[in-house]
């Protein structure tokens, strides 16, 4: 069974350049899940989907981060204005059914802000 | 809300060596218990999980972990480690029961060092 894929792996930006990430869950995975991880602490839910509706954005800054989940399959998450304090690795993790709450976890994206 | 405490930043041990990774958490609700493990360059893999029944959960490489009710722990343990349990070790938890808040809330990590 394919795990969950993320591109790209590492991405270096300008502050105030966008950026965009992408996720592609496991196959059949009706709840998809995106989370910023800054170094030295553990990873924070930003957004949550089922199939492809939200969930759950209440810790998603809405005046500079998107994310989108078109036909409840693959998503993006998209950073625009990028701000320093956005360096971090986003992951993105999916489950079958949220109420077994085994979330399976892709590489992460490692984002650089300079 | 439900929010996770890993006591412990740094854990290091020397190989062969019994340890102890303390995570104590605080929820209004009832919630199911996660250790995930983090190898470096890697992805973040579920290692043990208390979703109900014994408190005492087993995972397939020798960590066990006690689910507390009294005491909201849920301690990892390993009675001799090995040099491949290196790694960043997270505790998390997860509201039972509904659905819209089920996403895992996720201790700031420990890091397990073990040497020769």
């Known amino acids: 069974e394919a795990g969950v894929a993320q591109s790209p792996r590492y991405k270096i930006i300008e502050k105030r350049q966008s950026v965009a990430f992408w996720c592609n869950p496991i196959?059949?995975?009706?709840?998809l899940y995106w989370y910023q991880q800054i170094l030295g602490q553990g990873p924070k839910l930003l957004i949550q989907?089922?199939?492809?509706?939200?969930?759950?954005d209440s810790q998603l800054p809405k005046d500079r981060f998107s994310a989108e989940r078109l036909k409840g399959v693959d998503s993006t998450l998209k950073i625009q204005p990028a701000k320093l304090e956005d360096s971090a690795v986003y992951l993105c993790?999916?489950?079958?059914?949220?109420?077994?709450?085994?979330?399976?976890f892709g590489q992460g994206t490692r984002l650089t802000v300079v | 809300a439900q929010s996770v405490t890993q006591l412990d930043s740094q854990v290091p041990v020397f190989e062969e060596a019994p340890v102890e990774l303390r995570c104590n958490y605080s929820?209004?609700?009832?919630?199911?218990l996660f250790w995930y493990v983090q190898y470096p360059n890697q992805g973040l893999q579920l290692l043990l999980k208390y979703l109900s029944g014994s408190t005492l959960v087993e995972s397939i490489n020798g960590f066990e972990a006690e689910f507390n009710k009294s005491q909201t722990s849920f301690h990892l343990r390993k009675p001799s480690v090995h040099i491949s349990d290196t790694a960043e070790y997270f505790c998390?938890?997860?509201?039972?029961?509904?659905?819209?808040?089920?996403?895992?809330?996720f201790g700031k990590g420990t890091t397990l060092s073990v040497s020769s």
């Open positions: 196959s059949g995975h009706a709840t």
């Open positions: 989907f089922q199939n492809n509706g939200v969930v759950d």
């Open positions: 993790a999916s489950s079958l059914d949220p109420r077994r709450t085994e979330a399976f």
């Open positions: 929820s209004s609700v009832s919630v199911y």
């Open positions: 998390a938890v997860s509201p039972t029961g509904n659905q819209a808040g089920t996403a895992l809330i």
